[in-house]
Every structure is written in C-alpha cells, then in structure tokens.
C-alpha cells in the first residue's frame, strides 16, 4: 500500500496519516506487535512534518490501535479490535516462514541504494550496459521478421526453432556437441541453477562449489538444505585434489563450477587441472554443473579455453549458458544441455510451475542466431569490454595502487581486489554509498573481509576514473576511522 497525500482534501494531514496506518494494520500489512517506524524516518518517508505523525502516533494510540514503550518504540497493539491475530493473518510470521530464504541482507541494500540513487556509479551490477546490447539488431528483427509462430504454450523443453538454433550455435562458438533433445530452454542461468538443486537433489546432500562464488549469493541451496563445501580457488582455478579430499569425507554429490573467467576472481581454470577434473570426477561418479555465461567474452587475441563440456567424454558434465552478459538480461533467455533423461526431468518440473516460457523472448533468439552474423556483435563487443578494462585498470594503477593489489582480468567483466591495509567491510560499503560509488564486497561470495568485486561492464566508460576516484575517498575515511 502507498502513501498519497491528498492536498485538497478537507480532511486535515494528520488524519490522511492515522488513516493510512490504521488500513496497513487492517490489511495484515503491519501485523499485531509490529513497530513502527520512528516518528522522524515516517516523517521523511511520506514527506510530512514531524509534527503532523507526532499528532497521528497520539491519535493512534488514543484510539488503542498502538502502544508506546520508553526506548523501544511504537508498535501495533495486540489486544485492538480488528487486529487481533484471529481476525488478520499474521502476515510477518508467513515472510519470515517458507523453505525459500531472502536475499542477502547487505547485498538487498546495495541493491536498494542503487535503485533509488540515479547519480551511484555503479561497480557491483553484474551485467552489460545498455549501450552495449544489440540494439539495431534486434530492432530490424522485430520490424522485418514476421511472427507466425502460434502463441499457444509450447514444448515443455522450449521453442523448438530456438533449440535447433542453439546446436548449431554451440558446435560452433563453443565447440560442444548436442542435440535439440538434449537442450532445454530456461529463463536465463539461475532458473537452470534452481531446477537442477530442485529436482537432482535432496536434502542434506552434500554439493561444493568454488571458495570465493556467485552461488554463496543465492540462498538457493540453503533452502533446498543442501550442505555445502568450499573448494578453494587460487591463480589456476579450483584444486582437483580437493575435491577428492572432499568426497573421501562428505561424499559430495555434485560441483558447481564457473571455470572460464570465473565470477567473482576472473580466473580460468587451467588446462591440465581440467582434464583430471573430468576423470577423477567420472571414477567417482560426481556430477559437474558448469556455469558458463562468459567463455566467449575473451579480451585478448587468443582462443577462449574450451569449455569442460567439450572436452567432457564420460557425460559427467550439465552445461549451463545464458545470454545475459553478452545481449541482454532482460530477454531471460539461457539453456542447459544434459542427458536426455535429466532434460525430461527437469522439463516436466519446470513445467508444473510454469507451464512453459514466453514464447516471444525465444522467438527473438532464434531470430538473432538465423539472421544476424554472431561474430558482427561478439566482436565489436569484445572490444568495447576490452576498452573498458584497460580503462579501470589504469585507473586502478594510477589511483589506488597503494590500497588495492589485483590481477588483470583476460576475460569476462570482474576485477577482484584485495585491500592491503585491515578495513570493516560494512563500513567501507556505506561510506562509498555516501561517496556515490557501489561495488560488491567480498564477503558476498563467501570470502573474507579484505575482497571487493568491481563489474566494468554496465558502468559508463567516462565514469570509471570518477568511480574509482570515489572509491579511493571511501577507502580513506575508511582507514582513518579504523586507526
């Protein structure tokens, strides 16, 4: 419910107020001893004097609606009319129930801060900016492609056309071999992600996953209460001998693995480490989910690494991809390719939620693969990302070579720093929301205190020095509140 005041009503501000809260309590909104917020944050939120919610808390608790307690606050009372728990479901306790965990609660905020902040520069969104998605391209398919296809639903494994697309796109930029059967279309990677913890596992199931991930970020496998194990990552990506390590003393099941220009590090996983990966892991019948939505984003001349999948002989590998980070996040269009068996699985539960996925979104997909030549924007993309990390590379030299030690990225859109000097990471985060500047802290993808992930991909290029400037002078405060 929104607050709206009315400046020509005749009824008086304070009563639009009382009003306002007295529906939010009705409505199960504000359950039965909930507090409110404090007179002065209300105030600034419905842009109201403090006097007016003042004389609305005295009216309110006039009316036995809310009780006030020195030094705790204002809540809603538990013994009113019409907000006893019998008569409104006590809305707070159903948030706070379910199987499905929240967010994060810092990353909810950064999140938040960004939103509703249009001057933050922007280090911690993970995607391409809108300058880089392939407008013109998409554009002239929308105006010269007629749409013939039935908008009934469709396969439950996805638009047809589309999956015929993706086997001929797979061969021959990422050099995998798959059939239509063997791919299902998903809304992106983390719906994939979601349906293969869902429907492959059970609780207290024990997966690893690369030590520092994006998947310490998704409460996914919390909420399916699958046990969870780090398998740390250095210069060269994970260690197989740990994950044989880890299998000798948990039985892991399955790995989740980000192999090529790894998220949040940016490391590849070297060549030789590959190779025993896929044998150990087909001796011990150990699954590998590869999460691969930036192979082809390579920043320099030479060949990507090819991805475990295409070199995977025992079918020990479910390839998830996405074309998130490299057209658009919000088409929500992605794949994984599997056994037959486990597509069909993870088809029919798919199914049961949804019934099946948009057909316009893969329809355009489609589209862009039969008539636009994928190098004619892979390339020019590249570049672009290329120029933009040299750009916050040197920035990163010239300003903060003193404050911050990292690795230059080949690949992908991440930066991964490691502060030199010990600072509180909650407090860091808040002052560069001060300076205008947001990035992802470290903790975020299970690493210690210390690491900052900064994303050049959607942030401005005439930004970056500015950014990174910011960055420098959060950092400082920062150093001197810590001495």
């Not at 994303?455 to 509140?481: F, H, M, T």
Request: include cysteine; aromatic fraction near 8%; proline fraction near 7%.
């Amino acid at each position: 419910m929104e607050w709206k005041l009315d400046s020509d009503s005749k009824i008086p501000i304070y009563q639009q107020v009382v009003d306002f809260i007295e529906k939010r309590i009705t409505y199960g909104e504000l359950p039965p001893g909930s507090f409110l917020p404090s007179e002065r944050k209300l105030a600034t939120q419905l842009n109201v004097n403090r006097s007016t919610v003042t004389t609305a808390y005295n009216e309110l608790r006039a009316m036995g609606i809310v009780e006030s307690t020195t030094g705790k606050g204002t809540r809603v009372s538990t013994h009113m009319w019409g907000v006893s728990p019998t008569l409104t479901p006590n809305w707070r306790n159903f948030v706070e129930g379910g199987t499905f965990l929240p967010n994060l609660p810092l990353l909810r905020h950064i999140r938040a801060e960004v939103q509703q902040n249009e001057n933050i520069i922007d280090f911690a969104n993970g995607e391409l900016g809108c300058n880089l998605y392939p407008h013109d391209q998409l554009q002239a398919i929308l105006r010269e492609q007629p749409l013939t296809h039935s908008l009934s639903y469709d396969h439950p494994q996805g638009y047809l056309p589309l999956r015929q697309a993706v086997v001929k796109y797979m061969k021959e930029y990422l050099k995998v071999e798959a059939t239509e059967q063997s791919i299902m279309i998903t809304s992106g990677a983390q719906q994939a992600l979601h349906l293969i913890v869902q429907c492959l596992l059970n609780p207290g199931d024990a997966v690893a996953f690369e030590s520092p991930s994006h998947c310490y970020s998704l409460p996914l496998f919390q909420s399916a209460g699958i046990r969870i194990f780090p398998l740390p990552v250095d210069e060269h990506g994970i260690n197989p001998d740990d994950v044989q390590e880890l299998y000798r003393k948990h039985r892991i099941k399955m790995i989740f693995l980000n192999p090529n220009f790894q998220n949040p590090t940016g490391t590849m996983l070297h060549p030789n480490r590959r190779k025993k990966l896929l044998s150990l892991c087909a001796d011990l019948r150990i699954a590998i989910v590869e999460d691969d939505p930036s192979s082809l984003l390579t920043l320099e001349k030479k060949q990507p690494c090819p991805t475990l999948k295409s070199i995977d002989e025992n079918g020990t590998v479910i390839y998830v991809h996405s074309l998130s980070k490299m057209i658009a996040p919000g088409l929500r269009v992605g794949w994984l390719v599997a056994p037959q068996s486990v597509v069909e699985r993870l088809s029919d539960a798919r199914h049961q939620m949804e019934l099946g996925m948009s057909i316009f979104p893969q329809w355009l997909m489609q589209q862009f693969f039969e008539t636009v030549p994928f190098q004619s924007h892979i390339v020019p993309l590249r570049k672009q990302l290329a120029e933009k990390r040299d750009v916050i590379v040197r920035a990163l030299n010239e300003q903060l070579h003193d404050k911050i030690s990292f690795s230059n990225p080949t690949g992908g859109i991440y930066i991964w720093g490691k502060l030199k000097e010990p600072i509180n990471e909650k407090q860091l985060i808040m002052q560069s929301l001060k300076q205008e500047i947001a990035f992802m802290p470290g903790s975020i993808f299970g690493a210690k205190d210390g690491y900052i992930r900064l994303s050049y991909g959607k942030v401005d290029i005439d930004q970056i020095a500015e950014g990174i400037s910011r960055l420098r002078q959060a950092i400082l405060v920062c150093e001197n509140n810590f001495k």
